[in-house]
């Protein structure tokens, strides 16, 4: 069972959703489609707090927006899709040895994918992943879906702030900005060079 109770879990996600819905992103997170969910977890073991989280504010079509390449976050109907090149090859959908089939991808892509372990595993820290070549290093980004929803508000909110595109200068002190958050947060401090620099590519 997740250390997260269904109480904080949804307190959290509502939290979120109230900041959501004052952004540009508000129509990128929606009530999920239930049937849909069951179905996920008919064939994956997702968590309960990930499964709430596709049940109250599910994303839609959204990606983080980096000054790179965008790093998707996937909802129900695109996770079991998601899983082809990891848990399995994509195409004979034999099992991949180098994959630890209790982790599940919940969003980037490539050799960058973000992960969690699935619910037989008493662990709700997420991670994030980085192919060498062989084998698959895994760094923890935060523990739990209220430490990812916290790096998403922190960091929507100061890229809408530096608007990077267009002030490049800025980049040290957005960089810093959004180390000095995440340290004072105990979900994702410790953290903060494997988010910055790691997930979010900078």
Known sequence: MSRESGENVSGVISDFCNFIKDTPFASNFMPGDILQINHVAQQLKVPYQIQQWYIQASPRNFEIPT????????????????QDGYRFHGITKES?????QQWIV????GPYPIIVNDS????????????????????????GLAGLLYILKIYIFLYS????????HLRSEFIN?????LSKNSL?????DS????????
């Open 67 to 82: 000054i790179g390449n965008s790093i998707p976050l996937w909802n129900e109907y695109d996770i079991l899709d998601a």
């Open 96 to 100: 991949l040895t180098n994959w630890n």
């Open 161 to 168: 702030k530096y608007n990077l595109k267009d002030k490049g």
């Open 188 to 192: 994702t401090k410790g953290h903060e």
């Open 195 to 202: 988010i910055v620099h790691g997930l979010l590519g900078y």
């Open 120 to 143: 037989s595993v008493d662990d709700i820290n997420i991670y994030y992943g980085e192919f060498s070549g062989k084998s698959w290093d895994l760094n923890i980004i935060t523990s």
């Open 106 to 109: 919940i969003g980037g892509e």
């Open 177 to 181: 900005e959004i180390k000095d958050n």
